[in-house]
T-cell receptor
Framework: SQKIEQNSEALNIQEGKTATLTCNYT??????LQWYRQDPGRGPVFLLL?????KEKRKERLKVTFDTTLKQSLFHITASQPADSATYLC???????????FGAGTRLTVKP | NAGVTQTPKFRVLKTGQSMTLLCAQD?????MYWYRQDPGMGLRLIHY???????AKGEVPDGYNVSRLKKQNFLLGLESAAPSQTSVYFC?????????????FGPGTRLTVL
């Protein structure tokens, strides 16, 4: 069956450390993958998109990798800050369909 | 720009009642989507539209209907609400599909069906 799994429901780290979130998928072949941030009581906000032929994408303190062999994406936040505390969602494009499938999300807490 | 707005923000229904959720976007986007978000399950696509006058089923369409009479509006209807439809509903829009696709989400509607 098709699955998208994000490494854990919650991740707690200390301010200044690097947060690494994982998105694994099975029985999908996405052309691209996206990461979104969601704050409590609000809608998701787009962060980054990475295509299947790209290994890595960066934006300021954010870095995303995409390994189509392992069927995994890693999302890194370097020099994390308490303001980075939120839930992070990965989303996969479904080929030949106007559809995206989202993971359940990982709730990140950065402690000062 | 207001972006994507949703009406209402909260609603409580009794089983069997009907209601319509309204989504509006002012970005001239072609694509619009309705999702529901339940704890531990992530966002699931209910219905979507690729342009004015079009609608299509998503992953979990049963019990819902939609209409896109105007490009900027996308309505989600529940004809006979059930407790299983208790959820947070998000509308989203995007300019196009493909690897430049970015979805813009509204603030959500929290619906409780008793």
């Amino acid at each position: 069956s098709q699955k998208i799994e994000q490494n854990s429901e919650a991740l707690n780290i200390q301010e200044g450390k690097t947060a690494t979130l994982t998105c694994n998928y099975t029985n999908y072949s996405p052309a691209y993958l996206q990461w979104y941030r969601q704050d409590p009581g609000r809608g998701p906000v787009f962060l980054l998109l990475i295509r299947e032929n790209e290994k890595e994408k960066r934006k300021e303190r954010l870095k995303v990798t995409f390994d189509t062999t392992l069927k995994q994406s890693l999302f890194h936040i370097t020099a994390s800050q308490p303001a980075d505390s939120a839930t992070y969602l990965c989303a996969l494009d479904i080929h030949n369909n106007n559809d995206m499938r989202f993971g359940a999300g990982t709730r990140l807490t950065v402690k000062p | 720009n207001a972006g994507v707005t949703q009406t209402p923000k909260f609603r409580v229904l009794k089983t069997g009642q009907s209601m319509t959720l309204l989504c509006a976007q002012d970005m001239n986007h072609e694509y619009m989507y309705w999702y529901r978000q339940d704890p531990g399950m992530g966002l699931r696509l209910i219905h979507y539209s690729v342009g004015e006058g079009t609608t299509a089923k998503g992953e979990v369409p049963d019990g819902y209907n939609v209409s896109r009479l105007k490009k900027q509006n996308f309505l989600l209807g529940l004809e006979s609400a059930a407790p299983s439809q208790t959820s947070v509903y998000f509308c989203a829009s995007s300019y196009e599909r493909g690897d430049t696709d970015t979805q813009y989400f509204g603030p959500g509607t929290r619906l409780t069906v008793l």
